[in-house]
């Protein structure tokens, strides 16, 4: 392992530079830097520290192996799964005042207890578990990359324990009577006129299928040879066409009698309109619908008009909390396309012969239940 750099810059006032001395390997080198201020004494130290880390590869500092991890996820992920990683370094690990900062630390001085102190301060400022979860596991995910690079580390990640403290995220979900509104009204009022809603059948397929918005937004006719709708892509918040959120997310599913119905009466509503599209959920002028675009309608508008308080996502909760009472959890996980790491049972078994049907039959008597039925609670 390196040793850690004991020496500091120091400002060298009649040459106006900072200055730093350091050794390696009997080896005396010098680094300077003429930025007045912390500023400066930072690039001095910085370019020490590279020297150094060069005569030691494998005993990297975390803010370097931090930018060479992030470099390697921008090449290999989804740019949404990389804003995430970046986001959750530089406010937890990297630029954070408050709580522990690893920015300067090599890994092999990087211990246990400084990890739980991140994420034991992320619950004592708020951090739902989830929250506090996905900071460890992007972290875990460093360090396997850490592995890969053979960095030397000295951490047990599985001794890291979650915040007692820190709250379960509250989750919405619409009720019968909700459920009801949204399959019987079908108009907004937009400038004094009462006009059908452009997304009301998207708003109700959400609901039927459980489908995530950015899946919504990249459905193509080809993709629907019914019963049969295959996911193929994504659209993200930016607007760019992914593959999906993970693996698990490309599938093909039987859709249920009633989201058959309502995806055939999407498209003959568009045929009315005379809105040409290769997509099944587009933007009023016929373009690829952004997700923006539809969370901002549902909540603003038809959501707020009908006394709909739960948010876009939280139609996907709807659907997997009336679906879970009836329909096996690995049946479930594969119709929703949960990662793995969602699957409490681990591994998907096998699909039998007629699950996709059976989904769908189950899905049909649920909810014609829940929308026949006004007692329902």
Known sequence: MAKQRRAEAVWIESRSRWQINVQRDGKRKTFTSTIPGRKGKHEAEGKADDW???????????????????????????????RSIE???????????????LSAKRLSRIRTRD???????????????????????????????????????????????????????????????????????????????????????????LVLTGYRRGELCGFRREDYAPPVLTVSRAVNDRGEITRGKNKNARRSNILSTRAQQVLVAQLDMLDRMGVKSPWIFPAPDGSMLQPKAIYDHWSNVYGKQHGIHVTLH???????????????????????????????HGTYGHELDGDKQRAADILDDIFDRLLHDPGTH
Not at 175 to 183: G, N, V, Y
């Open 87 to 101: 986001s959750i370094g530089r406010t937890w690990f990297l630029e954070t005042k408050e709580s522990p900062n």
């Open 314 to 344: 939280e139609l996907r909760h709807t659907f997997v909390s009336v679906a879970k009472l009836e329909m096996p959890e690995a049946l479930l996980k594969d119709f929703v396309g949960h990662s793995t790491s969602m699957d409490t």
């Open 52 to 82: 150094l880390e060069a005569g030691q590869p494998d005993d990297i500092r975390f803010d370097r192996a931090w930018d060479i991890f992030l470099t390697h996820k921008r090449r290999t992920t989804g740019t949404m799964n990389h």
């Open 115 to 205: 990890v739980q102190e991140i994420i034991t301060q992320a619950g004592e400022k708020g951090c739902s578990k989830r929250t506090c979860k996905n900071i460890l596991d992007k972290l875990k995910e460093f360090f396997r990359f850490a592995d890969a690079q053979k960095w030397g580390y000295d951490i047990n990640l599985d001794a890291i324990n979650l915040p007692t403290q820190a709250k379960e995220a509250e989750r919405h979900i619409l009720q019968p009577d909700q459920l009801r509104t949204l399959f019987t009204k079908d108009t907004v009022i937009i400038h004094k006129k009462e006009h059908l809603c452009f997304y009301i059948h998207a708003f109700r397929f």
